[in-house]
């Protein structure tokens, strides 16, 4: 109870010095209280803006903080922009904790001493961050790996300093009557989520497995493998991967590498992640990420880091794809369609006013040229938008949004010239034929074949069983329901059924007709 008054004091105190009320009281309250606080506290020094203030607070208040500030820079549908473009320079830079405590996690998590399980084990530190840090080691067999450690008692610390997050989005939520929609107790319980899950390295680790699988056939992206028989939810041992930072642009320019290619390539991982997998690495930023310069893999991106992922299911993609189609063809009244059929728009909600803002808020960007328009802050004034019309910003489209600006940013820095745009366009026009074309069909097709061939002896039963206890009287109303989806899936499976036979027939008539010309043109 005395460690935790006093955390919250120092809380308080870095607070008052920053003059964090002032963003407060600007944003929520009537200028009179801003005026009697700044009285009250004259001997502050105010003048740096709001957001580098409450940048430097949180550094100050520690690891936690940073990384809640981190989350809070990807709110941009909740943040002002000037306070989200500050947090975003937030670094994850936390000195190394002892390498004995490394040692002992190990032995603890995988039942031996480092001198037993490796060749070699390095104990200085490579990299160290809040949750974890990494040292190189040597396998028995000679392969080269990297170890990562959670940080001792960190489940303890984000505990506590959680607990005192929530204590204070209650309260900003009651003194304030416009805290509401800052969703202070949502965005907290969204960090504390996340922060938990980063806890349990396994889940990391199968991260990893599930993107390395998805692109090992990749000539554009590697993934470190994991050593299952080392990793637990405190260790994780993985293949160790030899790059250049991608944010070395002169040593990879020494090297070939082709800057312009590695942007666009970039730019075709991640939409090959959201759109083909709907699976996708949702912290992209510079420190995350080599290049290969290996002949072998020459100009491969190396990804790192694997405890934040994002995942969208069929609907969001299919809702995303037409929104960035939508833009690219300034079609804004698609844009406003798309909104309202997705139920994130009120079903009541306008179509031509809902275009309207969507034009308003678009057109300035489009009258610049292509290269100078950012695409993820088109993405962001959507959502910005959207806001006026209540639309509910999905979890998973915020976590898409942040990688989006991360992808965009890193691709500028290598190429100042690259087009999102015009690079992003192909792909999701060839994704989305693939969705709505022939192939989509064939591969719907083979999805669900199986499904209704399980299906198919079951229907007359279950129809006769609904039929019957209908006629019955029991439970009519839950009976007729059942009823009309029964019907409904009898008329879905025969039009399958119809079509399978009517294209099934068409290909075998072509195929013997085709028999036929040949066998005649041999008498010629």
Known sequence: MLLRSLRLFKIIRVAILYGLDEI????????????????????????APRGERLRRALEELGPIFIKFGQVLSTRRDLMPPDIANELTRLQDRVPPFDSELAVQQIQKSLGAHPEELFASFERTPVASASIAQVHFATLKDGKEVA????????????????????????????????????????????FDKYLHDELDLMREAANASQLRRNFAESTLLMVPEMYWDYCSSSVIVMERMHGIPISQTERLREEGVDLSKLSRDG?????????????????????????????ETFGRYIALDFGIVGTLNDFDKDYLSQNFLAFFRRDYKRVAEA??????????T??????AAVRACCEPIFDRPLKDISFGQVLLRLFQTSRRFNVEVQPQLVLLQKTLLNVEGLGRQLDPDLDLWKTAKPYLER?????????????????????YSRLLPQIPRLAHQA????????????NAELLKKLLAEQRRTNMLLGVIVYFGGGLIGGIIVVQLLMHVLKFY
Request: proline share 5%.
């Open 24 to 47: 407060i009281t600007t944003e929520f309250a009537p200028p009179r209280i801003g005026r009697l606080i700044n009285t009250v506290f004259f001997w502050r020094d105010l003048s």
């Open 147 to 190: 170890v990562k450690v959670l940080r001792p008692g960190m489940r303890e610390v984000i505990d506590h300093d959680i607990g005192l997050m929530h204590v204070a989005a209650d309260w900003l939520e009651r003194l304030w009557e416009d805290g509401r929609r800052l969703k202070a107790k949502e965005v907290v319980g969204e």
């Open 267 to 295: 730019v075709e991982i991640f939409f090959t992640q959201v759109f083909r997998d709907g699976f996708f690495h949702a912290d992209m930023h510079p420190g995350n990420i080599l290049v290969s310069v290996a002949p």
């Open 339 to 348: 909104h309202i059929e997705s139920g994130w728009a009120p079903k009541d």
């Open 350 to 355: 306008r179509v031509d006013e809902l275009e």
């Open 431 to 451: 994704w989305m034929s693939e969705q709505i074309g022939w192939r989509g069909f064939v591969e719907q097709l083979k999805v669900e074949v199986p499904r």
């Open 467 to 478: 039929l019957t206890k209908y006629t019955e009287g029991e439970s009519q109303p839950q």
